[in-house]
């Protein structure tokens, strides 16, 4: 049973270290996983399938874009008016390149994989023309000129809420590869069936009542695994968006979504604003998507909980804002509370096997 989305959830230190170890992790086996958390297997395992269970992490399989055909993805930050948020979040929802939806108070945050450079100018005609509100930032990648920066990547953000030092594989960027795969002109789909039937994996085994922490890699057969292993598809845990707020670990948790968008100044780029974040603010955002003249970037805050008793000293905020403005223009920010933040479509890469 799941817990409700209002309830906050106090992390031992081993499930605390368990949620790193996946967030961190790649193909390797569980055991190894095992080994490099330090934690008895039993201990390991029972806390994964708590995790899990309780609804707080969610496994996907994230195709490589220029494997499946899609040249181009949209990141867009859209504020609506208050009454038409809802519809903002269903007709961005509707579109069959969409692949997650978030909506709060003030923003909706949309990413459409584009199946071709047409479909792609279409649709931002129409976002263009107001069709999907007040877009403040709208960042179409082109991949085979640049990647994706930091794919919703929470490794950086838990292991500074848990004070764990360093990281493995973070800033996770969308797989990528450079051979692409032509199908055949008899074949309906543009996607191999290996590929399609990977993207539809966890939702398969949902229907089927398999237990959420055993959806992976070692679901699949030996083909798919080969494409897991060619970097064709990648093997991710996202922490829920609902959930995200819940956890209490030593007084602290995440409080908030912090977006910020802006023009790129010359001579820099979204790789540069993000290597200075991390290496002089000790900042570590999950999402960072720039194009030749724009950037969106999504960090989650941390919060503090505050007790009578406590002797606890909030440590002074960081300059981030001064280091953000060197490497950008015309800057928004939106601060979302977590609580208030809403999933329309929660990484649906099963959307994209056309």
């Not at 978030?102 to 976002?127: I, K, T």
């Not at 953000?157 to 973070?170: D, E, M, N, P």
């Amino acid at each position: 049973m799941q817990s409700k989305p209002d309830d906050s959830r106090t992390l031992t230190s081993a499930e605390a270290r368990v949620v790193w170890s996946i967030l961190a992790g790649g193909l390797e086996s569980e055991m190894e996983r095992v080994r490099k958390s330090g934690l008895p297997m039993s201990t390991y395992r029972d806390a994964k399938r708590r995790l899990f269970a309780e609804g707080f992490l969610e496994s996907r399989f994230v195709p490589n874009p220029q494997v499946i055909g899609v040249p181009r993805i949209s990141f867009l930050l859209i504020r609506p008016y208050a009454e038409g948020k809802r519809s903002v979040a269903d007709a961005l929802a509707e579109n069959p390149g969409t692949v997650l939806v978030w909506s709060g108070h003030q923003v909706v945050l949309g990413v459409v994989f584009h199946r071709s450079a047409a479909s792609s100018e279409e649709f931002l005609h129409s976002v263009a023309q107001g069709e999907l509100g007040n877009a403040s930032a709208v960042v179409t990648v082109e991949l085979s000129e640049q990647p994706v920066t930091a794919y919703f990547d929470f490794e950086g953000a838990w292991a500074s809420l848990c004070g764990f030092t360093g990281t493995r594989y973070y800033p996770r960027k969308l797989p990528l590869t450079e051979h692409r795969y032509t199908a055949p002109e008899n074949q309906k789909s543009a996607i191999p069936s290996r590929i399609a039937e990977l993207l539809k994996l966890p939702f398969v085994a949902e229907k089927e009542s398999v237990a959420p922490h055993l959806i992976g890699p070692s679901m699949a057969p030996w083909s798919q695994r080969r494409s897991l292993r060619r970097g064709d598809v990648e093997w991710r845990v996202f922490p829920t968006l609902s959930h995200l707020h819940m956890p209490r670990f030593r007084g602290l948790h995440f409080s908030h979504v912090l977006f910020v968008v802006g023009k790129l100044r010359e001579a820099t780029s979204s790789t540069d604003l993000f290597r200075d974040l991390v290496s002089t603010c000790g900042v570590n955002p999950f999402l960072v998507a720039g194009d030749e003249n724009s950037v969106l970037m999504a960090g989650l805050a941390i919060g503090r909980e505050v007790r009578k008793d406590s002797q606890d000293v909030v440590p002074p905020q960081r300059h981030v804002l001064p280091t953000i403005g060197s490497h950008i223009a015309n800057i928004e920010l939106f601060r979302e509370p977590l609580s208030s933040l809403r999933e329309h479509v929660s990484h649906r890469y099963d959307r994209l096997i056309w």
